[in-house]
C-alpha cells in the first residue's frame, strides 16, 4: 500500500471560468443592447439615431453621476433618499449666486468670468456640508440612515423652495450653462482626440492590470481572450464617438452664431456637436470613484465595512467617520449632478431633480449592487441609469402615458433585484 494518497484532479474550468467573463456585466450590456434595438424596432429606426442617442446621453448624465456615489451608501448598508432634494438646494444656491447675490452683494453682473466658477464652488461646498451633517447624524448619533434622508428629502426640497421664494431663477451664466450638455460639446476634430487618447488608455490599463495578475501569480485569461477585449473596449470608445460626432448641428443653431463654429457666415457651414462637456464630466467621476473604490484605502474599508460592520470595526475602521465621507462625497456628486441638470435647462426650476432619488437607487441596483450591502461597482451603476434612461426615452418616443412608464420601471427594478438574488444563490450553491 502506497504511502501517498491520491491526488484529488482539478474540477475543469467551463469556457466563461478560463476567459474570466463577468456574467453580470455580460447580462447588463446585453439588457441595454435588447432594450435598444426593441425601441429601435418599435419607432421605425429613430431611437437609433445620432440625434436621439446624444440627447439621451446627456439625460443620463445626472442619474449617472449621482449613482456613482450611492453605490458607495448602498455597498455600506445605508440608503440616501435625500439625494434629488440635494440637488435642488445646490442648484438653487449656484442660481441665486449668479443671478441675485454676487451682482447684488459685490457686484459683479452676470457674464463675469469669474461667476460661473464661484457658483460652482458655492454649490460644492453646500452639497459636501448637507451630506457630511448627515453622515455625522447617522454615524454618530446611530439615526437611521432612511429616516435621516427622509427627512432631508422633505427639508432640502423645501430650502431650495424657500431660497428661491418659488420662482424660476435664470437664464444662467453662458458658461455655466455649458457644462449642460447641448450647449457645451467639443466638436468633431477634439472629440476623435479624446476618444483616441481614451481608447489607448483603456487598452493600456487592461494590459497593465494583466501583468500585475501575472507578477502577483493570478490566474489570467488567454492572450487572445485580452486582445478580444482591448479591441471591444477601444471599438466601443471610438464607434461612440463616431456616433455623437453624426450628429449635426442645425442650420437655424448655426445661423444665430457661425462663428461659434468656425465659419464667418452661416451660408455654407456646416458643424456636427461631438462630445458633450457633460460625458466628460461623467467619465471623470467614474474614472475618480472606480480608482477609489479599488485602489485607495478608503475603498477597502467601505467595501470591508459593507460586507461585515461589526468585523470591520473591531479591525480598527472608525466606521462612523467612514459614514460621514461617504454621504459628504454623495453630497458633492449631487451639487454635480445639480451643475449638469440646471445647466441643461438653462433655469433653476423648483421641480428640478424631483424623483431622482429613486431613479439614483433604481440604478445602482439594476447596476449590481447588492442591498445585502458589500458588492457593487461604478460601471454598473452608470450602465443601470442608461437602461433606466433608455426605458424612459424610449416609452416617451413609443407614446406610453407617464403613469405607465414608471410601472415599466417599478417592474424593471424589481425583477433585477430577483434576478441578481437568483445569481447569487447559483453561485453560492456552485462554491
Known amino acids: 500500500m502506497s504511502d501517498h494518497s491520491p491526488t484529488t484532479p482539478h474540477p475543469k474550468r467551463s469556457l466563461a471560468q478560463t476567459l ?76 441665486m449666486t449668479q443671478t441675485q447675490w454676487l451682482p447684488n452683494i459685490v457686484g459683479l453682473e452676470l457674464g463675469h468670468p469669474l461667476i460661473p466658477w464661484i457658483a460652482i464652488a458655492a454649490g460644492l461646498i453646500t452639497g459636501a456640508a448637507i451630506g457630511a451633517g448627515q453622515g455625522w447624524l447617522i454615524g454618530y448619533q446611530g439615526i437611521p440612515a432612511f429616516i435621516v434622508t427622509l427627512g432631508g428629502l422633505l427639508i432640502w426640497r423645501n430650502v431650495g423652495w424657500w431660497m428661491t421664494d418659488g420662482a424660476t431663477i435664470g437664464p444662467l451664466d453662458q458658461t455655466y450653462i455649458l457644462f449642460g450638455g447641448i450647449g457645451g460639446t467639443l466638436g468633431v476634430f477634439w472629440s476623435w482626440i479624446v476618444g483616441l487618447v481614451a481608447s489607448l488608455a483603456a487598452v493600456f490599463g487592461l494590459w497593465s492590470a494583466r501583468r500585475n495578475k501575472v507578477a502577483h501569480g493570478f490566474t489570467v485569461k488567454p492572450i487572445w481572450a485580452e486582445a478580444v477585449v482591448m479591441t471591444l473596449t477601444a471599438g466601443a470608445i471610438l464607434g461612440f464617438v463616431a456616433i455623437l460626432n453624426a450628429y449635426s448641428v442645425p442650420s437655424r443653431v448655426i445661423a444665430r452664431n457661425p462663428e461659434l463654429f468656425g465659419c464667418a457666415t452661416a451660408e455654407g457651414c456646416t458643424a456636427a456637436y461631438g462630445l458633450p462637456y457633460s460625458v466628460l464630466l461623467l467619465s471623470v467621476v467614474a474614472i475618480v470613484m472606480t480608482v477609489i473604490a479599488r485602489r485607495t484605502r478608503l475603498g477597502r474599508y467601505i467595501f470591508a465595512t459593507g460586507g461585515n460592520p461589526d468585523a470591520a470595526q473591531l479591525s480598527g475602521i472608525n466606521t462612523r467617520l467612514l459614514t460621514v465621507k461617504i454621504f459628504a462625497m454623495v453630497g458633492v456628486l449631487s451639487a454635480l449632478a445639480g451643475i449638469v441638470a440646471s445647466a441643461r435647462l438653462g433655469y433653476h426650476t423648483n421641480d428640478i431633480g424631483t424623483l431622482d432619488e429613486l431613479r439614483v437607487i433604481a440604478a445602482a441596483v439594476i447596476g449590481g449592487t447588492a442591498l445585502s450591502g458589500g458588492i457593487g461597482t461604478i460601471y454598473g451603476a452608470i450602465i443601470g441609469a442608461l437602461i433606466m434612461q433608455s426605458l424612459q426615452s424610449g416609452m416617451a418616443m413609443v407614446g406610453v402615458d407617464a403613469p405607465y412608464q414608471n410601472i415599466v420601471v417599478g417592474a424593471v427594478l424589481v425583477l433585477a433585484v430577483w434576478i441578481d438574488i437568483q445569481y447569487r444563490k447559483r453561485m453560492g450553491a456552485k462554491l
Not at 29 to 58: K, Q
Request: hydrophobic share 60%; glycine share 6%; net charge positive.
Open 20 to 95: 474570466q467573463v463577468d456574467m453580470r456585466l455580460l447580462g447588463m450590456i446585453g439588457s441595454f443592447f435588447a432594450v435598444c434595438i426593441v425601441f429601435n424596432i418599435l419607432t421605425d429606426g429613430r431611437f437609433l439615431t445620432p440625434r436621439n442617442i446624444f440627447n439621451l446621453t446627456i439625460q443620463t448624465v445626472s442619474v449617472a453621476i449621482m449613482a456613482t456615489g450611492m453605490v458607495f451608501v448602498i455597498v455600506t448598508r445605508h440608503i440616501d433618499l435625500s439625494v434629488g432634494a440635494l440637488l435642488a438646494t445646490c442648484t438653487a444656491v449656484m442660481a
